[in-house]
T-cell receptor
Framework: KQEVTQIPAALSVPEGENLVLNCSFTDSAIYNLQWFRQDPGKGLTSLLLIQSSQREQTSGRLNASLDKSSGRSTLYIAASQPGDSATYLCAVMNNGNNRLAFGKGNQVVVIP | NAGVTQTPKFQVLKTGQSMTLQCAQDMNHNSMYWYRQDPGMGLRLIYYSASEGTTDKGEVPNGYNVSRLNKREFSLRLESAAPSQTSVYFC???????????????FGSGTQLSVL
């Protein structure tokens, strides 16, 4: 069974600092990996999707990397802003499986 | 473009009552999912439907039933609600298939359910 871990559960950073969020997974036979954002009381919004054949994906200030062999992904958010405050979740889909396994998320607060 | 629409947004039930959570998507996606989200437990899959006419159990299916009414709609039914089913429920959908490049998962805004 795929296990997805995100540590720490919560973190605070000053505005302007780069954010680095880590995700680890136990089974490297993945099909893709997604990073989501969730604001309080809202649903999840997909930020980036990395296929298993890719090493990274970028969108604006966001960059996600994938190292399948070590079972890790990292989400970088450059020059953090208070509006980046949210919970970020990592989810992995395995080969031959139509389901995603989610981590419990990193709750981020960007301090003005 | 509405995306994934869930109703109701809030619901309070008494133990033993039944109810159906509705979900509809307008993106012509073939796969649909129901998750529950609880503090400290993360998102857990209840049921999913890979295509119209098929449904499969997820991690926590006990106490729930689902219906994939057509390609657009996927409902979740609680036959006899229990306090342990107090949670936030999310419906999600995505396109799948060998021709699909981007299999991003799209979520509804959730239903907050309290069972007293």
């Amino acid at each position: 069974k795929q296990e997805v871990t995100q540590i720490p559960a919560a973190l605070s950073v000053p505005e302007g600092e780069n954010l680095v969020l880590n995700c680890s997974f136990t089974d490297s036979a993945i099909y893709n990996l997604q990073w989501f954002r969730q604001d309080p009381g809202k649903g999840l919004t997909s930020l980036l999707l990395i296929q298993s054949s890719q090493r990274e994906q970028t969108s604006g200030r966001l960059n996600a990397s994938l190292d399948k062999s070590s079972g890790r992904s990292t989400l970088y958010i450059a020059a953090s802003q208070p509006g980046d405050s949210a919970t970020y979740l990592c989810a992995v889909m395995n080969n031959g499986n139509n389901r995603l396994a989610f981590g419990k998320g990193n709750q981020v607060v960007v301090i003005p | 473009n509405a995306g994934v629409t869930q109703t109701p947004k809030f619901q309070v039930l008494k133990t033993g009552q039944s109810m159906t959570l509705q979900c509809a998507q307008d993106m012509n996606h073939n796969s649909m999912y129901w998750y529950r989200q609880d503090p400290g437990m993360g998102l857990r899959l209840i049921y999913y439907s890979a295509s119209e006419g098929t449904t499969d159990k997820g991690e926590v299916p006990n106490g729930y039933n689902v219906s994939r009414l057509n390609k657009r709609e996927f409902s979740l039914r609680l036959e006899s609600a229990a306090p342990s089913q107090t949670s936030v429920y999310f419906c999600a959908s995505k396109q799948t298939g060998v021709w699909v490049i981007n299999e991003k998962l799209f979520f509804g805004s959730g239903t907050q359910l309290s069972v007293l």
